[in-house]
């Protein structure tokens, strides 16, 4: 498959690749940022050295800018090179009066802008209501919080194994995505 073929994976950074918390867990922290402690997701690194060999990877986070460099810059194996990576300043914040905040939302008209076709881009995130406008695009995975016995990656590296071919992400169903393999 060539480079640009490729579909864009966008994941999210907090409860998606890792899990960061002020107060410690029974289980030993990969790594500290000022106040946190921060936990990977079991097979992460695995999970993004095999997703770049068929998809481009990218980041996007609703934190904090600095926060985010820094830590994709502690988890990103060295021969991963992001096609970018975003922090909040590249949300659009909006009001949700149905969970009555304001949600920091991540629209793919900005990554449009940058000259991928919405028809390639996934977006991995768990929280649907930062991209509950291109649910399209969206694949929700469960919260990481630290469980070591997670295998939320591996389940979600067969199943973009098995859509990584597809020219149109939009036109199937990914809500209940670990029950279906696309074909």
């Not at 920091?104 to 919405?118: A, D, M, T, Y």
Request: net charge neutral; charged share 35%; proline share 2%.
């Amino acid at each position: 498959m060539e480079i640009e073929n490729k579909i864009l994976l966008i994941l999210d950074l907090d409860e998606t690749l890792i899990h960061a918390t002020q107060r410690k867990l029974d289980i030993d922290f990969d790594f500290q940022y000022a106040d946190y402690f921060i936990y990977r997701r079991p097979n992460l690194e695995w999970f993004l050295k095999s997703m770049s060999v068929d998809f481009k990877l990218a980041v996007w986070s609703s934190a904090d800018d600095k926060y985010v460099e820094e830590i994709v810059e502690r988890i990103k194996p060295s021969s991963i090179d992001f096609e970018f990576v975003w922090g909040r300043t590249r949300c659009t914040t909006k009001r949700d009066y149905e969970l009555d905040e304001y949600v920091h939302e991540k629209r793919l008209k900005k990554v449009k802008k940058q000259g991928f076709s919405i028809e390639r881009i996934l977006m991995v995130d768990d929280s649907p209501e930062k991209t509950k406008d291109n649910y399209g695009n969206a694949i929700y995975v469960t919260a990481f919080e630290g469980k070591q016995n997670d295998t939320e990656l591996k389940n979600l590296a067969e199943y973009l194994n098995s859509i990584k071919s597809s020219s149109n992400v939009r036109s199937f169903e990914k809500r209940k995505w670990r029950n279906n393999k696309k074909v």
